[in-house]
């Protein structure tokens, strides 16, 4: 495998497992599990919703077919940073750049089309009598997620437009020779895509405020502040973007500003924690599949935050920036916390769903698979990252 392949692969790698796994999932979720919750016949926008769901297709078949165009898909990482990203040696009009910062747009397009729903929804279909305090906690966690998509994720499909036209057009929006700054674009990308890990494990946390209580047959402890903390790690995900930028040069005032805001936001996060562990103290426990994957889920959720409390602190941050250790740290947030979550919910589900049970003891063999092979795979990125071995390298010196 080549660089060029290389980079291609993880670039698709990463693009795939946000945009046409993690989103699209936990959106099917919100549309079976929002009406029901709040006593809905259907979403407020019925058309809109079945809109924002076949763009995904579309924007996914662009994905795939940029492996089959003139240079192959994009291969300048998921996060797409100029001026790399606005190459074209070749010269083609359609390539693989152009067609993953199309399917970007229209991801975001579609995003926002299904948040608009979302919020809508909750906050004009409630059912008579049901006040926001009435509400399933899954459905505070899913409207403060869907705020933060309306909110930040305008900025992303904006800049993505934008870059699109310095690759096809030869507009300079990036481009430092006609007079663009690069930078700019980070500080689109990263006002949305830090707060879309919140958008990702908002939901997330949902799951756990409902699946707890169930499987520890206790209330789920500390209601209101769990769901008031969701909107305030809505407010603090606003404001700590900058962390990711830290080696590109910005102001100390900056640094020092956005390091404050970035570990303040483990305080809300913190109190969903000491909750669910409030929820589960002196609990009746039934060790089911979905208690176990919620169990496994916050397990590596408090190991990310700890490894995300280093990362907020500037030394530490410049020092590990591109090297494994933030690979480790995003891997256990997405897969070892969100998808966990996500299969808690399925199988919790799965009978309301579909009308039939689950295989108990297979969900089990699953979950233990699960839990046990994403740490044997992301934990040793930790100390080879502090070590310093770089990511998004495809070869090294064998010495």
């Given at each position: 495998v080549d660089r060029t392949v290389y980079?291609?692969?993880y670039t698709m790698h990463g693009t795939i497992m946000l945009f046409l796994f993690i989103f699209p999932v936990l959106n099917g979720l919100n549309n079976?599990?929002?009406?029901?919750?709040?006593?809905?016949?259907?979403?407020?926008?019925?058309?809109?919703?079945a809109v924002a769901f076949w763009l995904v297709p579309v924007f996914g078949t662009l994905l795939i077919a940029s492996f089959f165009v003139p240079g192959g898909p994009a291969n300048s990482g998921w996060w797409s940073f100029p001026p790399v990203s606005i190459q074209n040696p070749l010269g083609h009009f359609v390539n693989g750049q152009g067609l993953w910062l199309t399917a970007v747009a229209l991801s975001g397009v579609s995003s926002i089309m299904g948040a608009v729903n979302f919020v809508t929804t909750i906050l004009r279909m409630r059912a008579p009598g049901m006040g926001f305090f009435r509400m399933p906690i899954f459905c505070w966690t899913a409207l403060a997620a869907q705020s933060l998509q309306l909110i930040g994720l305008p900025a992303l499909t904006g800049g993505a437009v934008m870059l699109l036209m310095d690759l096809t057009f030869g507009t300079s929006f990036y481009e430092p020779e006609g007079g663009g700054d690069p930078v700019l674009?980070?500080?689109?990308?990263?006002f949305y895509s830090h707060p879309a890990v919140y958008v990702i494990i908002l939901p997330v946390f949902g799951i756990f405020s409902e699946l707890f209580p169930v499987y520890a047959r206790k209330p789920l402890f500390g209601y209101v502040y769990v769901a008031v903390a969701s909107f305030i790690i809505v407010g603090l995900g606003?404001?700590?973007w900058v962390h990711h930028i830290f080696p590109s040069g910005v102001a100390q005032w900056m640094r020092n500003f956005f390091m404050f805001s970035t570990m303040l936001i483990a305080v809300p996060t913190g109190v969903k924690v000491f909750a669910w562990l409030g929820t589960i103290w002196r609990g009746k426990l039934r060790l089911t599949t979905p208690m176990l994957f919620c169990l496994g889920g916050l397990f590596n959720f408090v190991f990310a935050g700890v490894t995300g409390i280093m990362l907020a602190t500037v030394p530490v941050d410049i020092h590990v920036s591109n090297t494994y250790f933030v690979v480790g740290?995003?891997?256990y947030v997405i897969y070892g916390a969100a998808v966990m979550g996500i299969f808690a919910a399925i199988y919790h589900w799965f009978p309301k769903f579909t009308g039939r049970m689950p295989y108990e003891g297979l969900g089990k063999v699953h979950f233990l698979l699960t839990f046990v092979g994403a740490n044997l795979n992301f934990l040793p990125m930790h100390p080879l990252g502090l070590m310093g071995m770089p990511r998004r390298v495809s070869s090294y010196d064998p010495e």
């Amino acid at each position: 495998v080549d660089r060029t392949v290389y980079n291609g692969i993880y670039t698709m790698h990463g693009t795939i497992m946000l945009f046409l796994f993690i989103f699209p999932v936990l959106n099917g979720l919100n549309n079976l599990l929002i009406p029901t919750m709040i006593g809905a016949p259907d979403m407020a926008f019925p058309r809109l919703n079945a809109v924002a769901f076949w763009l995904v297709p579309v924007f996914g078949t662009l994905l795939i077919a940029s492996f089959f165009v003139p240079g192959g898909p994009a291969n300048s990482g998921w996060w797409s940073f100029p001026p790399v990203s606005i190459q074209n040696p070749l010269g083609h009009f359609v390539n693989g750049q152009g067609l993953w910062l199309t399917a970007v747009a229209l991801s975001g397009v579609s995003s926002i089309m299904g948040a608009v729903n979302f919020v809508t929804t909750i906050l004009r279909m409630r059912a008579p009598g049901m006040g926001f305090f009435r509400m399933p906690i899954f459905c505070w966690t899913a409207l403060a997620a869907q705020s933060l998509q309306l909110i930040g994720l305008p900025a992303l499909t904006g800049g993505a437009v934008m870059l699109l036209m310095d690759l096809t057009f030869g507009t300079s929006f990036y481009e430092p020779e006609g007079g663009g700054d690069p930078v700019l674009y980070q500080h689109f990308f990263w006002f949305y895509s830090h707060p879309a890990v919140y958008v990702i494990i908002l939901p997330v946390f949902g799951i756990f405020s409902e699946l707890f209580p169930v499987y520890a047959r206790k209330p789920l402890f500390g209601y209101v502040y769990v769901a008031v903390a969701s909107f305030i790690i809505v407010g603090l995900g606003l404001v700590v973007w900058v962390h990711h930028i830290f080696p590109s040069g910005v102001a100390q005032w900056m640094r020092n500003f956005f390091m404050f805001s970035t570990m303040l936001i483990a305080v809300p996060t913190g109190v969903k924690v000491f909750a669910w562990l409030g929820t589960i103290w002196r609990g009746k426990l039934r060790l089911t599949t979905p208690m176990l994957f919620c169990l496994g889920g916050l397990f590596n959720f408090v190991f990310a935050g700890v490894t995300g409390i280093m990362l907020a602190t500037v030394p530490v941050d410049i020092h590990v920036s591109n090297t494994y250790f933030v690979v480790g740290h995003f891997h256990y947030v997405i897969y070892g916390a969100a998808v966990m979550g996500i299969f808690a919910a399925i199988y919790h589900w799965f009978p309301k769903f579909t009308g039939r049970m689950p295989y108990e003891g297979l969900g089990k063999v699953h979950f233990l698979l699960t839990f046990v092979g994403a740490n044997l795979n992301f934990l040793p990125m930790h100390p080879l990252g502090l070590m310093g071995m770089p990511r998004r390298v495809s070869s090294y010196d064998p010495e």
